[in-house]
């Protein structure tokens, strides 16, 4: 027996007369209208969208965080060499303040102004702190203070051969500055 596509199932709650097929008795039609194929496109797109946009700054954020940790163990590493200099040779590092010469590099092997890594640039100064003691204290005649600073700057924003560090140089900066006394 060939059933044709005009048959119909008999729905015996219906009078004969009014039997429907299947799909018109529980109100479905064929597909999708272009509109809602369309529409639900549109929100898949903008829900994509909005995932690729979380996990690029998701990432952006991890990175920035890794780059921090690892330039501040660098920093800190620079001004630990400095105080081991300080404690290894203190006539000459603390008589090089007391003339305002420039400190003597060469027990440390840190460079003022540090490029070794690319897209980053480490600047190294100490200075004599004998005006920068803590308020309330006062200095013995012998005390001496010297302040290290370590600036960090990194995420150049172009070729910077020479650090130049002023804001549109770079993208993110460290300040890292330590006290030590004799």
């Given amino acids: 027996m060939k059933i044709s596509q005009k048959s119909k199932i008999k729905n015996p709650a219906l009078p004969a007369g009014k039997q429907k ?55 800190q590493e620079k001004i630990a060499k400095i105080v081991d200099c300080k404690n290894k040779f203190p006539v000459i590092f603390w008589n090089s303040y007391a003339s305002n010469q420039s400190p003597i590099w060469d027990c440390t092997g840190i460079e003022k102004v540090d490029k070794s890594l690319s897209d980053t640039c480490f600047k190294t100064k100490i200075k004599d702190g004998k005006n920068d003691w803590p308020e309330g204290y006062t200095p013995g005649a012998d005390d001496k203070m010297a302040i290290i600073t370590v600036d960090v700057y990194w995420g150049a924003k ?18 890292f500055e330590t006290n030590v006394t004799n």
Avoid: M
């Avoid at 130049?164 to 300040?175: A, C, E, Q």
């Fill in 21 to 75: 097929s299947n799909y018109q008795n529980k109100g479905f039609e064929w597909g999708q209208s272009l509109w809602e194929v369309i529409i639900a496109l549109a929100i898949a797109s903008l829900i994509a969208l909005g995932l690729v946009k979380a996990t690029g700054s998701a990432v952006r954020g991890s990175r920035f965080s890794a780059d921090q940790s690892q330039l501040t163990a660098l920093a």
């Fill in 158 to 175: 172009n070729n910077n051969p020479d650090c130049d560090t002023s804001h549109t140089g770079y993208s993110h900066s460290l300040h």
